[in-house]
């Protein structure tokens, strides 16, 4: 069965390896002067990806952790917080207790047949 926990483990790091890569290069397709400010002469922006967006509110406070406001440059840029942990961490989390869950129930039934 270790081996199964490797698997396992390699393949929850590949997930968050693949999350990781997604979310940067989502950020890196954002271009110099798409999401600058509507007060410092820029025109009203409009981008909307999964993990980042920006639009003419960007520049106000939010009272969740949900957005993040990433400063670059002259670019304010809303970082989507609840969704990219969502993404990162529910599949890895259910994946595992689904697993644990299987083996679990597997081991009962099995020493069920044996007594």
Known sequence: MKGWIRFGVVLS??????????AIFEFLTILPGQCIKAEEGGASPSVDLFFFSCNMFSHLPTNSWGQYLIS?????IEFKTRRFVFLLSAPVGFSWLIAIAVVKGWRWVARGFKE
Do not use: C
């Open 13 to 22: 790091g590949f997930w968050i390896a693949g999350v990781l890569a997604f």
């Open 72 to 76: 670059w440059g002259n670019q304010l």
